[in-house]
């Protein structure tokens, strides 16, 4: 398997853990799931290539963080009948804040690595 085709998978089995967060509460409209999307997908590829793939090791921590998103994204929805761009934005910054923090307390490599920027 291809290290992008690696990471549709493992892309999958985390927004399993983002819709199973959200369950039927609201729905995603389709630019907030296709940002999601295209921000993890740079994020996990760069990080696959940088250290490799660890997805049998990270994955029931990933896919919490996944669920720990989908719940940060209702809470941003508030009222709204859908999670939009704005919300899953508000999300992910809560997320990844947190994932920073952790990445420096377990002195992980490669902090000061730009955001996750589109990748052709």
């Given at each position: 398997?291809?290290?992008?085709?690696?990471?549709?998978?493992?892309?999958?089995?985390?927004?399993?853990?983002?819709?199973?967060?959200?369950?039927?509460?609201?729905?995603?409209?389709?630019?907030?799931?296709?940002?999601?999307?295209?921000?993890?997908?740079?994020?996990?590829?760069n990080?696959?290539?940088?250290?490799?793939?660890?997805?049998?090791?990270?994955?029931?921590?990933?896919t919490?963080?996944?669920?720990?998103?989908?719940?940060?994204?209702?809470?941003?929805?508030?009222?709204?009948?859908?999670?939009?761009?704005?919300?899953?934005?508000?999300?992910?910054?809560?997320?990844?804040?947190?994932?920073?923090?952790?990445?420096?307390?377990?002195?992980?490599?490669?902090?000061?690595?730009?955001?996750?920027?589109?990748?052709?």
């Amino acid at each position: 398997m291809t290290p992008s085709q690696q990471i549709d998978y493992i892309l999958n089995d985390c927004f399993l853990a983002v819709g199973q967060a959200i369950g039927t509460a609201r729905s995603v409209d389709f630019e907030a799931l296709e940002w999601w999307r295209t921000r993890y997908r740079v994020a996990f590829l760069n990080a696959m290539v940088r250290k490799g793939n660890s997805w049998e090791l990270d994955r029931d921590r990933v896919t919490a963080v996944g669920r720990f998103l989908g719940q940060r994204a209702l809470c941003h929805a508030g009222d709204k009948p859908a999670i939009d761009l704005d919300c899953a934005r508000k999300a992910s910054a809560d997320i990844e804040g947190g994932c920073h923090m952790n990445a420096i307390r377990d002195g992980v490599e490669g902090l000061s690595a730009p955001k996750p920027t589109l990748v052709s």
